[in-house]
Nanobody
Framework: QVQLVESGGGLVQAGGSLSVSCAAS????????MGWFRQAPGKEREFVAA????????YYADSVKGRFTISRDNAKNTVYLQMNSLKPEDTAVYLC????????????????WGQGTQVTVSS
């Protein structure tokens, strides 16, 4: 079992930047690929980004490519999502996820989830 806790959400104006983090505990962090999803009110949860266990493989949703950057620090058991050029449509609860591979996160979802952190982008 791995426990995930997100932090760093908040309110930002359109065009601004925000970084969210996810701290993992319970199992060896470097054994898991990590990812970020988001869910806006009334919408389905959607994939945002995923990173492999060693950080060498990264996937992004087309909607965030070029604006968001996922990274991880295995020494700190933490995965990050740096969000730049934010748009009002990026407003959502951002959830951290852990799974065996980054491709599995991108294509199927994950077995382990955090509780989410709210990101609100004002126009």
């Amino acid at each position: 079992q791995v426990q995930l806790v997100e932090s760093g959400g908040g309110l930002v104006q359109a065009g601004g930047s925000l970084s969210v983090s996810c701290a993992a505990s319970g199992r060896t962090f470097s054994n898991y690929a990590m990812g970020w999803f988001r869910q806006a009110p009334g919408k389905e949860r959607e994939f945002v980004a995923a990173i492999s266990r060693g950080g060498g493989i990264i996937y992004y949703a087309d909607s965030v490519k070029g604006r968001f950057t996922i990274s991880r620090d295995n020494a700190k058991n933490t995965v990050y999502l740096q969000m730049n050029s934010l748009k009002p449509e990026d407003t959502a609860v951002y959830l951290c996820a852990a799974e065996t591979t980054a491709q599995a996160i991108r294509d199927k979802g994950a077995n382990y989830w955090g509780q989410g952190t709210q990101v609100t982008v004002s126009s």
